[in-house]
């Protein structure tokens, strides 16, 4: 990401206290900094089966635009993405975790930074902590951290995040191109409705990829792993491995209750962002979703956050008179930063 993304997060630092997770291998009990149902009691979860989308059937991309309108969440399978690259990804991150602590806080951030080792940044809106821990990569950072982590053994470790960065690329290219396509644009439309400020169209995307880690907790009823957020992206891929947590809030109820994402074999899940919620005029759902923790495994997750370079304008598909926009248009960085300050209630600045 550009470097102005770097100053966002200088004009936004985190106190460091609050960027060193728990030492959770060694905590026994759950602490009252870490108890969040009082605090917040946990709705009810029901079970609904998320949709599935299999990207070998282009017939199913008719299906895709209900999708991201009624769930805004939906699996996809038959993705291209080796099962085995997968599992490799998620090995190297439970090997990352599973690090001692005086080694994994070799590789901490700094509160002005957004990459290495630490607590994920929506905590600084929380007074409560949560159950989780992550190493967020972005750009040329991943060698200088795990070579942090690593110094004599990180090549493996930064080849395998590599090539799941550059799957990841594709696949977010192909799906963006998907969606597109369910809304009835093209690729053309695409370069008309990111364009940046100078006019000129753009295909290069902006990415990040946060690893997450939920350790085991002695009580997950009471704790969080992931407080409820909505994705600042356009889309974000997510592999969970196939150990639950991760839940969405019930297209019906808003609010009130969570579906659980279960986890399909070989499946990811992808996450329609604020941005395709602008874009879309307010057709696409950007989800509110977030993560529990679980009392016997220990679970982790690879995010990878996809949008259009920093200094694009974007604002929502020039509807027809019935549906006028109902977003004005807007650079992305401008919309992190106001992420930043504003988190949940960032969206409804940028209304009309
Ligand atoms: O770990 C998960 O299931 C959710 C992760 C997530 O929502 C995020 O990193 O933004
Ligand atoms: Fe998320």
């Not at 200088?10 to 728990?22: A, M, Q």
């Not at 969040?36 to 946990?42: D, F, I, L, V």
């Not at 599992?87 to 901490?108: G, Q, T, Y």
Request: aromatic share 8%.
């Amino acid at each position: 990401m550009s470097s102005s993304v770097t100053q966002l997060f200088k004009n936004n630092p985190v106190n460091r206290d609050r960027i060193i997770p728990l030492d959770f291998a060694i905590t026994k009990t759950l602490p009252d900094s870490h108890v969040w149902s009082k605090h917040e009691p946990k709705p009810e979860l029901i079970t609904r089966p998320i949709p599935v989308i299999s990207l070998s059937k282009p017939a199913e991309q008719g299906l895709l635009r209900h999708v991201c309108e009624e769930w805004g969440v939906f699996h996809i399978t038959e993705h291209g993405v080796p099962h085995s690259l997968l599992k490799n990804v998620e090995c190297r991150m439970k090997r990352l975790f599973s690090l001692p602590m005086h080694r994994k806080i070799l590789a901490v951030r700094s509160p002005d930074e957004s990459t290495g080792y630490g607590v994920v940044r929506i905590s600084m809106f929380y007074d409560k902590l949560m159950w989780s821990e992550g190493f967020s990569v972005m750009g040329s950072s991943l060698r200088r951290h795990a070579a942090l982590l690593w110094p004599d053994d990180h090549t493996e470790f930064c080849n395998v995040m590599e090539e799941y960065q550059k799957a990841m690329g594709d696949l977010s290219r192909r799906l963006i191109s998907m969606l597109m396509g369910s809304l009835g644009l093209t690729h053309e439309d695409l370069g008309w409705h990111v364009t940046d400020i100078t006019g000129s169209r753009t295909d290069s995307l902006q990415s990040f990829l946060q690893l997450n880690s939920y350790p085991v907790c002695p009580d997950p009823h009471l704790a969080m792993g992931l407080a409820p957020h909505t994705d600042s992206s356009l889309l974000t891929i997510l592999y969970q491995g196939n150990i639950p947590g991760l839940e969405i809030q019930s297209p019906e109820e808003e609010g009130s209750r969570w579906v659980g994402v279960e986890p399909i074999e070989g499946g990811l899940v992808v996450i329609m962002g604020d941005l395709s919620h602008i874009i879309s005029n307010g057709r696409f759902k950007s989800t509110m979703h977030r993560a529990v923790v679980n009392k016997t495994h220990h679970r982790v997750s690879a995010a990878y956050f996809s949008g259009p370079p920093m200094n694009l304008q974007i604002g929502p598909l020039t509807g027809d008179k019935d549906h006028p926009p109902i977003y004005r248009r807007f650079i992305w960085e401008e919309y992190l930063a106001a992420k930043a300050t504003h988190f949940n209630k960032a969206l409804t600045l940028f209304r009309y």
